[in-house]
């Protein structure tokens, strides 16, 4: 299949989303920026659209689907239950990197909901992608545009890598902002649960629906406790080396990282090292990224999935991580960093 590449960096043009409407129209996929991470576009409402979605990916076929909207008012026709708290959120966060999950209507299809009665729903912050979705109909769903268990693509160069020639189009809109994908909030339940942490964090939905529950296997994994979010039990974001996360004081970390990488060294090994800009001279060797300050916490989000793949190019043999706790997007970064080191963790 020959890939369409688009640009909407300066502004795109009409002829670029007429295109991608007319595509997805006729149940083709298209891959979008979003202000998370871009996103492979589908016709929600069209089954076969959907599995499309999945062939591509390589997504195991019980995963669902986030579907996009563009108006508030068109949740209604694919949803079919929408409770006071979900409008507050909807009100404070939509546009923006929030999903969330309703009891579905029976306008959406099993095959985009993964078999799922409920469905998740998302209105992105992005001019390109609110015009994606309103040419392609008013609702696509839309994964994140990688191979299934790759990094999330942050530019259209990533998803060129893993989705090139096995889609419809591309349409370049740049970097995203935030590089993580967006909160999933079960609004099913009567105290609303997170699924998956991202840029909105406990607080600030607090802050407007009062209390609100996270998902146990946020963080740690537990034999007894299964992740509601399908996708988010699968070892996920991965990089081909081996990655692992050394926690502890600034300098216990620097030390073992540094005689990780001196073993390695004696093998005959490349060691790839995550580092903040404050410590990442501090490693003597190895094959250091600075992921930004300690406390840039936008900064670092945005880094990571780029690095992960520029590790991938690079045919390092292991990869060490600092861990990165900062407040706000803390949670979410260090979720997606266990995830990637299907949760090898070092605490020294
Ligand atoms: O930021 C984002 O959300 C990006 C951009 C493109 O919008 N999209 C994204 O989609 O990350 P995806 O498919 O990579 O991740 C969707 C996650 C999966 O973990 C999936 O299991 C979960 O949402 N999910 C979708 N529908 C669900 C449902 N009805 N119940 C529980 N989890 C659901
Ligand atoms: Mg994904």
Redesign the pocket.
């Known amino acids: 299949m020959r890939t369409i590449m688009a640009s909407m960096e300066e502004g795109g043009s009409s002829e670029t989303l007429r295109k991608a409407g007319e595509i997805l129209k006729k149940g083709g996929l298209v891959a979008f920026p979003?202000e998370?991470?871009?996103?492979?576009g589908a016709n929600a409402l069209d089954e076969e659209a959907a599995a499309r979605i999945y062939e591509a990916k390589g997504?195991p076929s019980d995963?669902?689907?986030?579907v996009?909207i563009a108006e508030e008012k068109d949740l209604g026709f694919i949803v079919d239950e929408i409770p006071e708290k979900a409008w507050k959120l909807a009100e404070a966060f939509w546009p923006g990197?929030l999903?969330m999950?309703f009891p579905?209507s029976e306008k959406v299809p099993y095959g985009t909901?993964?078999g799922?009665e409920?469905?998740?729903v998302?209105m992105?912050d992005h001019v390109v992608?609110l015009a994606v979705i309103r040419a392609g109909g008013g609702y696509i769903a839309?994964?994140?545009?990688?191979i299934s268990g790759r990094p999330?693509p942050t530019t259209a160069a990533h998803v060129s890598k893993d989705l090139g020639g096995r889609i419809d189009m591309i349409i370049d809109g740049g970097s995203v902002d935030?590089g993580?994908?967006?909160t999933?909030v079960?609004m099913t339940e009567e105290v609303p649960v997170i699924?998956?942490p991202?840029y909105i964090t406990r607080d600030m939905l607090e802050r407007v629906i009062g209390h609100v529950k996270a998902d146990k296997t946020l963080l740690k994994v537990d034999g007894n406790h299964r992740?509601?979010?399908?996708?988010?039990k699968y070892k996920h974001y991965a990089p081909q080396a081996d990655l692992c996360i050394v926690e502890g004081s600034q300098e216990c970390v620097v030390g073992k990282i540094n005689e990780c990488i001196a073993e390695g060294k004696a093998a005959g090994k490349q060691i790839g090292v995550i580092a903040a800009d404050e410590t990442a001279k501090l490693y003597k060797d190895g094959l250091v990224k600075s992921i930004g300050g300690r406390t840039e916490e936008l900064v670092i989000a945005q880094r990571l999935y780029g690095i992960l793949r520029e590790f991938d190019e690079l045919e390092v043999s292991k990869i060490y991580s600092e861990a990165f706790e900062t407040p706000g997007m803390g949670q979410a970064i260090m979720n997606r960093l266990m995830k990637a080191a299907g949760h090898q963790i070092m605490k020294v």
């Open positions: 979003t998370t991470v871009y996103g492979l997504r995963n669902p689907l986030i996009h990197p999903t999950i579905k909901t993964g799922l409920t469905v998740a998302r992105p992608a839309a994964p994140s545009a990688n999330s935030i993580l994908e967006s999933i079960d699924l998956r991202g992740p509601k979010a399908p996708g988010m």
